[in-house]
């Protein structure tokens, strides 16, 4: 048996206590922390562990169906990767849920192996998008303790304009375009203008020339 996985989270919601048992029994036997709700409202009503985590989802819920709450979801800005699954699904109800960012759709009665294939292709998918999310915070973080005027040579750098060519744009000096630059890429962490040309795309920096 593979070693336990700490800090992530299965999270089940079925109003069928049978399935609920079963994915609980499934998910542990994997060592997979997991956690069941009978709906959608219980749920939201509870504090999750904000780890990374995916969420199997019944496709029929009590007062309502797990397409909307799929869009409840992403309406409030709640991003989980979910895994629907149900026993009364169809090829139009699986392509709608496919393209507002399901990782699968599966039938019940699904074989265990393919279940497990789908959680863990959800979970390695949150936790790439909390890195991705990580990284973007503490890039944009740097950026901002930037000056105006470092910000603009930033731009106009990454854009590919030569020092020359900035302090012209900029109507100063060469060696200030080289000053604020070396403290630009000096804050922005970058080792080289390559590097802060990445930077840059990543932040979506963009000037008018």
Known sequence: MEARIEGQVVLVVDDDASVRKAL??????????????????????TKLPDVPRCLVLDIRLPGGN???FQDELLKAGIHIPIVFLTAHGDIPMSVKAMKAGAIDFLTKPCRDQDMLDAVTRALDYDRKRRTGEKTQS??????????????EVMALAASGLRNKQIAYEL?????????H??????KMAARSIADMVSMAAELGLKRAL
Not at 138 to 150: A, K, N, Q
């Open 171 to 179: 109507a100063v000096e060469v060696i200030t375009v080289k000053i």
């Open 24 to 45: 609980t029994y499934l998910f542990e036997s994997m060592d997979l922390p997991v956690r069941a709700f009978t709906g959608a409202s219980e749920l939201l009503k």
């Open 138 to 151: 503490e890039l944009r973080h740097r950026y901002e303790t930037l000056t105006p005027r470092e910000q």
């Open 181 to 186: 630059r070396g403290r630009a890429m000096k």
């Open 66 to 68: 797990g397409l909307e």
